[in-house]
């Protein structure tokens, strides 16, 4: 599906949306929504800090149970973890025959923590991109690409539906991509794990760590290993391979092509595969439930051994220095292109 398909909101014009949950994707989704011309009530526990920025963004706020007794499609925008206790004891009893409940990501479902009862339509749309985003590009006209899948479909009208909230929540606007629960779950955690949070992050502290050994200053090392990756990255945003390679030097060219590949070789492939498999034969999501219910002692605890890094306190003196940070600037989408040409990196 392309921007140039038209999308309706029709299938949800006059029926009652709650929203479960105001974190990044909840408050975005719920205003991109009401300003689509949607009738939207946000389901939170009562006084809380969630709470009370809805209010303040004029939301009805009202308990999950009574908003999902009252809504004909129910996002379930919660954390993950929260999900199924959240299902047990406010969405199942009191979602009504027919209505539409709607997941952001697949997990719970996928991995069966969530068994949604037969009598309700089952659907996903996964904003590619956080919150703000979502609500940034919806302001100015645009949107975020989004997948979404049908995993039950009672009503009958189920994929009208979903293709209603992606309109309403501006991705219909850019690209619709359709998948299914498994796919889009089973990318996203490989994604995070092996690329985008995992690979990326440990490729960088390893770097650093390898010039510090040899001798090098931290702040150069730093620089050289985390602060330029925002400039490869847009390059890659932006263009592709296609258009990092237009804009680094012939010699960073060189270096990319024959060294590159020593690095992240056919090991680091064997490794990826085997994480993949992690995820498809849900060894990692019984992981993760057991730590989250058992306390979360051994994630916190890695979480602050990361923390620690020694590229974290040298990052931290270095960036109070950098007062377009300080300022929330952002660096327009040339520049970082033209910087990193004129630096001949």
């Known amino acids: 599906m392309n921007k140039h398909q038209a999308f309706s909101l029709h299938e949800l014009e006059g029926r009652r949306i709650g929203v479960l949950g105001y974190g990044s994707q909840g408050r975005a989704h719920a205003l991109n929504l009401r300003d689509s011309g949607l009738q939207v009530t946000v389901g939170l526990r009562p006084g809380g800090a969630t709470s009370a920025r809805a209010v303040a963004d004029g939301f009805h706020v009202a308990t999950p149970a009574e908003v999902a007794g009252t809504s004909d499609l129910l996002a379930v925008l919660a954390p993950d973890m929260a999900q199924p206790q959240l299902y047990a004891d406010a969405i199942a009893p009191h979602l009504h025959t027919g209505s539409t409940l709607l997941f952001a990501h697949g997990f719970n479902v996928h991995f069966a923590a969530i068994a949604p009862r037969r009598d309700l339509d089952v659907v996903l749309v996964a904003p590619k991109g956080p919150g703000a985003l979502v609500r940034r590009e919806f302001e100015r006209g645009?949107?975020?690409?989004?997948?979404?899948?049908?995993?039950?479909?009672?009503?009958?009208?189920?994929?009208?539906?979903?293709?209603?909230?992606?309109?309403?929540?501006?991705?219909?606007?850019?690209?619709?991509?359709?998948?299914?629960?498994?796919?889009?779950?089973?990318?996203?955690?490989?994604?995070?794990?092996?690329?985008?949070?995992?690979?990326?992050?440990?490729?960088?502290?390893?770097?650093f760590e390898t010039l510090v050994e040899a001798g090098y200053q931290p702040e150069v090392a730093y620089y050289e290993c985390m602060h330029e990756l925002k400039l490869i990255v847009d390059l890659l945003y932006e263009g592709g391979l296609a258009q990092m390679h237009r804009y680094i030097s012939e010699t960073a060219q060189y270096g990319d092509l024959t060294r590159g590949p020593r690095i992240v070789n056919g090991?680091?492939?064997?490794?990826?595969?085997?994480?993949?498999?992690?995820?498809?034969?849900?060894?990692?999501?019984?992981?993760?439930?057991?730590?989250?219910?058992?306390?979360?002692?051994?994630?916190?605890?890695?979480?602050?051994?990361?923390?620690?890094?020694?590229?974290?306190?040298?990052?931290?003196?270095?960036?109070?220095?950098?007062?377009?940070?300080?300022?929330?600037?952002e660096v327009s989408r040339e520049p970082a292109s033209a910087q990193k040409r004129a630096a001949g990196g």
Not at 290 to 310: F, I, R, T, V
Request: proline content about 2%.
């Open 142 to 207: 645009a949107g975020v690409p989004c997948l979404f899948a049908v995993h039950q479909d009672a009503s009958g009208h189920a994929r009208d539906r979903v293709l209603a909230y992606a309109a309403g929540i501006g991705g219909a606007r850019t690209q619709l991509i359709e998948t299914s629960f498994r796919e889009e779950t089973e990318t996203d955690l490989f994604g995070e794990q092996a690329v985008l949070c995992g690979g990326a992050t440990e490729l960088v502290k390893q770097g």
């Open 267 to 329: 090991e680091t492939r064997q490794r990826m595969r085997e994480v993949l498999a992690e995820i498809r034969d849900g060894r990692f999501a019984r992981e993760w439930v057991a730590e989250y219910a058992a306390g979360n002692s051994s994630y916190k605890a890695l979480k602050q051994k990361d923390l620690a890094h020694p590229i974290e306190q040298v990052g931290a003196g270095l960036r109070a220095q950098m007062s377009w940070l300080r300022a929330g600037e």
